[in-house]
């Protein structure tokens, strides 16, 4: 074996196992979104993110694939559908010439995972309300969405060659998501009694313990979805350069922890724990796009304007009406555009060099030539992506309907989209369970009816708790 196919196999293993990382993160979602939601939505919520990524997974090899780094023109890939086993195992070649360091079918993993990764974040803001439906038909037109902006900004299109950097997606992946999100949350309009008496009423999640081990898993995965974005062991003359992407990234988000905590406790008067959580996504958000181009110190310094925007950005979305129940508007849309901009201001020129992508930023060369740069593809990302999401599923609105049925968003989607609960003891007697004895009765019609314990008259929930003591 040579010494360049010894680099090939060096580089399909490293980002096989960044794409099996950055996979993970769809139980980083299932987590953090079941956990920031009510319990009688949390089997449906971590449900979705299997159901999504195998929607998606066949979408882009069928067509998403090729539209994104199929050989085509400056706008969109034009070959490469369905591929074939040969055009699977070719390396440089026609009709995925993009990948020059691993094969196409590690080329075509690789960017999969990724966006499943953009279409689990839409649904964050379109959570506990949607019909299940949607996931099937949006999913699959996101995920071609998703495929012609890819082209635009990696796959060589026409953002590609302006020089704009985005080295993971912080346009790419999470802007779009955020604005799809967006999209979907003002088309289906808040939960039932959020926006009540003309004020935002706190509809708290029923777990943060799950919260913050989706936070931790996503923080994990992202070690895949930065560093895996070098697409090889050897980046320019720099052997490993994927290790300096890994620190920048951690940098990043610790510091977005801790400025998503002080934030927190300043404007709430408490650190709240879910605003800490959204510091850190907010900050690996904001450095995707920054993480192989910036110094350290820059790194920090986007991580801690990350978690300001995390809590405002959040508080920001509520006051003007729009019910986004996981943050994903503020987190990956607006902390996403706060990374993209901060990366062409501090870009390092070499960095750049390395990575033969754009210029030095405003900081090392006084210019703000790249500042526009990346302006132009935010505005081209952003119109493109916002029209093509909000003419797809206000269509689908018109049509079908997207929204479920008062009555069904009042019992739960578990129940009634699944006719199963995340948490059946809560709903139905089991046996030695919570729900046997003398609430036993008050739940015994949950198919017809479900309701929590906790949502029982005063004397029978106390009746409740004691004979569950007792027992």
């Known amino acids: 074996m040579s010494n360049a196919q010894l680099l090939i196999a060096a580089n399909t293993i490293w980002v096989v196992v960044a794409a099996v990382l950055v996979m993970f993160m769809q139980a980083g979602f299932a987590f953090l979104e079941a956990g920031l939601t009510r319990m009688k939505n949390a089997g449906h919520i971590a449900g979705k993110n299997v159901l999504i990524f195998a929607v998606c997974s066949l979408v882009y090899w ?32 026609a009709p995925y010439s993009f990948f020059t360091t691993v094969p196409a079918a590690a080329g075509y993993l690789f960017e999969v995972v990724f966006a499943g990764v953009s279409l689990a974040i839409v649904w964050g803001a379109m959570a506990e309300r949607a019909k299940l439906w949607v996931y099937f038909v949006f999913g699959a037109a996101f ?57 935002g009423n706190a509809i708290p999640g029923h777990n943060i313990p799950y919260a913050v081990l989706g936070t931790i898993i996503l923080w994990f995965g992202w070690f895949g979805f930065n560093p895996g974005s070098t697409l090889g062991v050897v980046t ?31 404007v709430l008067r408490k650190p709240d724990i879910s605003m800490m959580l959204n510091g850190v996504l907010a900050a690996l958000v904001a450095v995707t796009a920054a993480s192989g181009f910036v110094a350290p110190w820059a790194a920090v310094v986007i991580g801690l304007v990350s978690g300001v925007i995390a809590v405002v950005g959040v508080l920001w979305v509520e006051r003007i009406g729009i019910d986004d129940p996981i943050g994903a508007v503020a987190v990956h849309g607006i902390s996403g555009v706060w990374g993209t901009i901060a990366t062409g201001l501090f870009a390092v020129p070499a960095l750049a060099a390395t990575l033969k992508t754009g210029q030095g930023g405003f900081v090392y060369t006084g210019s703000l030539h790249q500042v526009w740069v990346q302006l132009l593809g935010l505005a081209a990302v952003g119109t493109f992506t916002f029209s093509a999401s909000f003419g ?21 989607l578990d129940v009634s989209e699944h006719g199963m609960w995340g948490y059946p003891e809560f709903y139905i007697p089991v046996p030695g369970g919570y729900g046997t004895g003398a609430h036993g009765h008050l739940l015994s019609r949950a198919h017809r009816h479900p309701v929590l314990v906790e949502e029982a008259e005063p004397d029978s929930r106390e009746a409740a708790r004691a004979e569950a003591t007792a027992a």
Not at 74 to 82: C, H, I, K, L, Q
Not at 153 to 179: C, E, K, N, P, R
């Open 236 to 266: 320019g003359d720099h052997v490993g350069f994927f290790a300096y992407v890994a620190l920048t990234t951690n940098l990043a988000a610790a510091a977005g922890a801790v400025s998503g905590a002080l934030t927190a406790w300043l």
């Open 392 to 412: 797809c599923l206000w269509t689908m609105k018109r049509l079908w309907g997207i929204r479920v049925e008062e009555k069904t968003e009042t019992a739960g």
């Open 143 to 199: 995920t071609l969405i998703y495929s012609v902006t890819s082209h635009w900004v990696w796959g060589g299109g026409w953002l590609f060659g302006l020089g704009m950097q985005d080295f993971a997606g912080s346009t790419v992946v999470h802007y779009q998501g955020a604005l799809a999100a967006l999209a979907g949350a003002l088309l289906l309009g808040p939960r039932i009694g959020k926006f009540e008496g003309g004020r």
């Open 62 to 93: 069928a067509v998403g694939f090729g539209i994104a780094f199929g050989d085509g023109n400056r706008f969109v890939g034009t070959s490469g559908f369905a591929p074939s086993v040969d055009s699977l195992l070719a390396i440089g070649k």
